[in-house]
């Protein structure tokens, strides 16, 4: 079963607002990471946090990670209608370097 | 970083034929990784492929419906057997970027395989 539990699964906002996706995982990281796949295409590496990391930032990205209560969430802010994509968590929580993906939000910015 | 090209890049399959899927990196990689996109679905991993040992399979998934080759470290190839439309499916080759530390690092995709299975 999925390792990353994803919400919402669907998030429509507004050009300019900000848009926060949440991910819980069940079993202990060394790290989370964040990827972005644009309408079926190939997934793109946004970030990655530390178990030992709190918060994270790289542009209009910010990740913050719990690990005590096994949530992470990427926050966007000041979307842009490029922004519209699915983004989904993954963890190292497979093993063997192995990442293990969350369901995904599809994130859809109105112009 | 690493540049994966994967192709096809679709394709519409009959029903009971076989595809082999290609990836292809532009460096030198110890671990590439085989993910299934269902429609509207998260990723799941189908296998692990190192060049010169067999691929690591994933629960759910053979090596007769799955065969993968892994020639060499810039190279491999994934067939989809005996094709269902139950295969309809994105199907993905990533490769490692692995830390120093040892722990898993981020995962660099190939803009996917997109199979119809009629």
């Known amino acids: 079963s999925q390792q990353g539990e994803e919400d919402p699964q669907a998030l429509s906002i507004q050009e300019g607002e900000n848009a926060t996706m949440n991910c819980s995982y069940k079993?202990?990281?060394?790290?989370l990471q964040w990827y972005r796949q644009n309408s079926g295409r190939g997934l793109v590496h946004l970030i990655l946090i530390r178990s030992n990391e709190r918060e994270k930032h790289s542009g209009r990205l910010r990740v913050t990670l719990d690990t005590s209560k096994k949530s992470s969430s990427l926050l966007i802010t000041a979307s842009r209608a490029a922004d519209t994509a699915s983004y989904f968590c993954a963890t190292d929580a497979g093993g063997a370097q192995k990442l293990v993906f969350g369901q995904g939000t599809r994130l859809t910015i109105n112009p | 970083s690493a540049v994966i090209s994967q192709k096809p890049s679709r394709d519409i399959c009959q029903r009971g034929t076989s595809l082999t899927i290609q990836c292809q990196v532009d460096?030198?990689?110890?671990?590439m990784f085989w993910y299934r996109q269902q429609p509207g679905q998260s990723l799941t991993l189908i296998a692990t492929a190192n060049q010169g040992s067999e691929a690591t399979y994933e629960s759910g998934f053979v090596i007769d419906k799955f065969p993968i080759s892994r020639p060499n470290l810039t190279f491999s190839t994934l067939t989809v057997s005996n094709m269902s439309p139950e295969d309809s499916s994105i199907y993905l080759c990533?490769?490692?970027?692995?830390?120093?530390?040892?722990?898993?690092?981020?995962?660099?995709f190939g803009e996917g395989s997109r199979l119809t299975v009629l």
């Open positions: 990533s490769v490692l970027k692995t830390w120093t530390g040892g722990s898993t690092g981020e995962l660099f």
């Open positions: 460096s030198q990689v110890t671990m």
């Open positions: 079993t202990s990281i060394n790290n």
